[in-house]
């Protein structure tokens, strides 16, 4: 994750410190921001999934195992499974994001900062509770959904697909359905809002 984000703030060095205030500057380097911001959160969505995906199904069977046994509670392995991904999380999210936000250049705000971090771990802890329900339900990781729908969240998030293109019969349902439940698309618009 470290050198993802060191690739990925290289990659976009500096393109965060313009003078925002200059109309030709800012319709020139609002591709660029965006692309960093939709990358975070693309990223941090695959992430979340992948780091529950394949760990979950395994520990499945302890799990049963031992609450036949009467060791424990489901919701004592619950909880403490929340805790422990949660800390894990804050903490891989904190390294990923400082280092991106700062090499980008984006807003030199604590607040902004903050934000920023904020909600990049509430996007990945959204994902990863969706990997948690949907690893429940299917026992074996390869049928997992998880990443299809990811991919087609970014489809037709509004990024890759003009929703104009979409026939009219679909586009009604597509425009509210999947941009509504696109953590994708929720955490891009949040993350520029909160930063510029």
């Known amino acids: 994750m470290i050198f993802f984000s060191l690739l990925m703030g290289f990659l976009w060095l500096n393109a965060g410190r313009k003078d925002w ?3 030709e500057v800012a319709q020139e380097n609002a591709f660029d921001i965006g692309g960093i911001l939709f990358f975070v959160s693309a990223n941090q969505a695959f992430a979340g ?3 529950v995906l394949f760990v979950y199904p395994l520990e499945r069977f302890v799990v ?3 609450r036949a046994s009467g060791s424990y509670r489901i919701s004592s392995y619950a909880v403490s499974k929340m805790v422990a991904e949660v800390s894990r999380s804050a903490t891989v999210v904190f390294f990923f994001t400082t280092i991106i936000y700062w ?3 984006l807003r030199a705000n604590a607040g902004a900062f903050f934000a920023a971090l904020f909600i ?3 996007s990945q802890l959204s994902a990863e509770g969706l ?3 949907d690893s429940t339900l299917l026992p074996d990781p390869q049928a997992a959904i998880d990443p ?3 991919v087609l969240l970014m489809l037709f998030g509004g990024f890759q697909i003009d929703i104009t293109v979409i026939p009219g019969r679909y586009r009604a349902t597509i425009a509210f359905y999947v941009r509504f439940y696109s953590r994708l698309n929720t955490g891009f618009c949040i993350l520029a809002i909160a930063l510029y």
């Open 64 to 66: 049963f195992k031992e």
């Open 131 to 133: 990997s948690l329900c």
């Open 49 to 51: 999934v992948l780091g």
């Open 103 to 105: 090499m980008v250049g």
């Open 148 to 150: 299809v729908f990811i």
């Open 120 to 122: 990049v771990l509430m």
């Open 21 to 23: 205030s200059d109309v």
